[in-house]
């Protein structure tokens, strides 16, 4: 009884002094997660031009595909996802051990903060860029060291150098401005930085060229991919990265060993075999961004040129006046009309753009509609 007794009152002081958030680490207590573009919860009808999905449904194979792996759900998947290494490496004639999957490409960037990140490995990014590069460091209780952006989103490749960071992301082509990076200021960036080199080509699928056949000559270099934008297969979860054996097989002691589940392997594999439907819906895409590019600029709306999937667009009123208020006006306008485009009001080169992915043409004629009923002279 007496034992009964002392230990409740000992577990009471235990409690007092020990709540479970104090033992949580200081670095976590003060990290901020990755905020992620609105997921509307499907009851409403909504154009969904927010977040840079595909527009069109993934490769019809994958049904055929997804519905053969169900009846062996029961098994674990295979731990390497080596069929489909292989698949990715044909495409782009490297060998399997060049290529790492993930569960989606924001679990290989997770994997290169792991490995090259800490606190005395500072992480580098430019500045506006993917947000999840910061929560990354934050994570790893890294520094982080930002390059900002020049006028019009132009780089200056010294500053760059002179970024003191273990391991660099970079978008390219960038987000959210959608403009490329060329080959050439890649490989000299690489070249005069002693660090890995994250190339985060999630949207490269849609742009002119790529860094693909940098890898021979780059060895620090990593190129991150994603089946999200292109192949239209966001709510599966599946990207991968490109780089030096050796600095994969570093990846891959971090990765989480069943990290791409079954469905995911044979649904990405499927979609990789479909390169005409693949090519056919990415063309498809390039050609309604141009035609929206256009009417965008025949509203003398500034835009850079893309080699993604969405355009960056400062709106103007009747007036001439662009700003955040003009901004946030449209996206508001936009959501009233059950469009929801992207808006980054915390930087001075976003505040007066807004993104917005390309979607069907029936969907970007809704659009024109609401922009045409945007009470621009008021
Ligand atoms: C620049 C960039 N990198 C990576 C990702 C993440 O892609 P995934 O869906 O493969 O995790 C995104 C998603 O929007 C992105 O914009």
């Known amino acids: 009884m007496l034992t009964v007794a002392l230990c409740r009152s000992a577990s009471k002081t235990f409690s007092k002094v020990s709540s479970p958030v104090s033992r949580v680490l200081p670095h976590i207590q003060v990290h901020s997660g990755y905020v992620p573009g609105e997921q509307p919860l499907g009851r409403q009808e909504v154009i969904k031009l927010n977040t840079n999905e595909n527009p069109y449904p993934p490769s019809p194979y994958v049904v ?24 990715i490496a044909d495409l782009y004639d490297l060998e399997p051990n060049q290529v790492l999957v993930g569960n989606g490409s924001d679990d290989i960037l997770n994997l290169c ?63 959210p401005s959608g403009t490329a990076f060329a080959n050439d200021f890649l490989s000299a960036f690489h070249d005069g930085f002693p660090g890995i080199l994250v190339a985060d080509e999630a949207y490269a699928d849609f742009a002119p060229h790529n860094a693909v056949g940098l890898l021979a000559d780059c060895p620090r270099l990593i190129i991150t991919r994603t089946l999200s934008k292109s192949y239209g297969l966001a709510g599966l979860r599946v990207g991968y990265a490109l780089g030096d054996s050796g600095l994969i097989e570093v990846l ?112 970007m004629i809704i659009l024109k509609e609401a922009l045409s009923k945007w009470k621009t002279h008021e």
């Open 64 to 87: 055929a595909a997804i519905n053969d792996e169900i009846s062996k759900l029961r098994l674990y998947p295979n731990p390497t996802s080596l069929p489909l290494r292989e698949s």
């Open 113 to 175: 903060a792991r490995c090259f990140a800490d606190h005395d490995h500072p992480v580098g990014m430019t500045s506006p860029s993917y947000s999840l590069y910061s929560v990354l460091a934050s994570l790893q209780h890294a520094p982080l060291v930002e390059v900002p952006f020049g006028d019009e989103f132009g780089l200056d490749l010294s500053d760059l150098l002179a970024c003191e960071a273990n391991l660099f992301f970079l978008t390219t082509p960038n987000a």
């Open 252 to 363: 891959n002691k971090a990765r989480e060993v069943y990290n791409v589940d079954r469905l995911a392997q044979a649904a990405a594999i499927a979609s990789i075999r479909d390169q005409s439907y693949f090519r056919d819906t990415t063309e498809k895409i390039k050609s309604t961004r141009k035609n929206t590019l256009d009417d965008f600029r025949s509203r003398n709306w500034k835009t850079y040129e893309s080699a993604t999937n969405f355009l960056f667009t400062e709106p103007r009123m009747m007036s001439g006046e662009v700003g955040l208020e003009v901004a946030e006006n449209l996206f508001c306008h936009l959501m009233q009309n059950g469009i929801l485009v992207r808006h980054f009001p915390n930087h001075s080169l976003t505040s007066s753009f807004l993104r917005i992915s390309i979607g069907r043409d029936d969907e």
